[in-house]
């Protein structure tokens, strides 16, 4: 069975840190793209990281470029998102998603980081960044 289970989310003072991992199960994260998405309370679902398994290659969404990384851990077969600098627009619920045509793009004239192609998503870790 395919699952994903996201850990390490928390309340943070703003300007604070957290690491969040996405546990992979049912297959191995080396081969297959991943991708971080968050959902603000009363808004949509936003495209946050993505960490591709062909080359490697990552991609952010602007409001998070220099302050978040997405790393790939393979021999825990977990996947990291890094995140620094905390602000209260972080505010979320992270899902972690995995699918074997799973693609993001920030181009298209956009500050957003449009994906498509999540197959299996993890339940989500809440990130709350207050003082």
């Known amino acids: 069975q395919v699952q994903l289970v996201e850990s390490g989310g928390g309340l943070v003072q703003p300007g604070g840190s957290l690491r969040l991992s996405c546990a992979a199960s049912?297959?191995?994260?080396?081969?297959?793209?991943i991708g971080w998405f968050r959902q603000a309370p009363g808004k949509g679902r936003e495209g946050v990281s993505y960490?591709?398994?062909?080359?490697?290659?990552?991609d952010y969404v602007d409001s998070v470029k220099g302050r978040f990384t997405i790393a790939r851990d393979n021999a825990k077969n977990t996947v990291y998102l890094q995140m620094n600098s905390l602000k209260p627009e972080d505010t979320a619920v992270y899902y972690c998603?995995?699918?074997?045509?799973?693609?993001?793009?920030?181009?298209?004239?956009?500050?957003?980081?449009?994906?498509?192609?999540?197959?299996?998503w993890g339940k989500g870790t809440l990130v709350t960044v207050s003082s």
């Open positions: 998603a995995v699918g074997d045509r799973l693609y993001c793009s920030g181009y298209g004239g956009t500050s957003k980081l449009d994906c498509t192609g999540m197959d299996y």
């Open positions: 049912g297959f191995t994260v080396a081969h297959y793209p």
């Open positions: 960490i591709s398994s062909r080359d490697g290659s990552t």
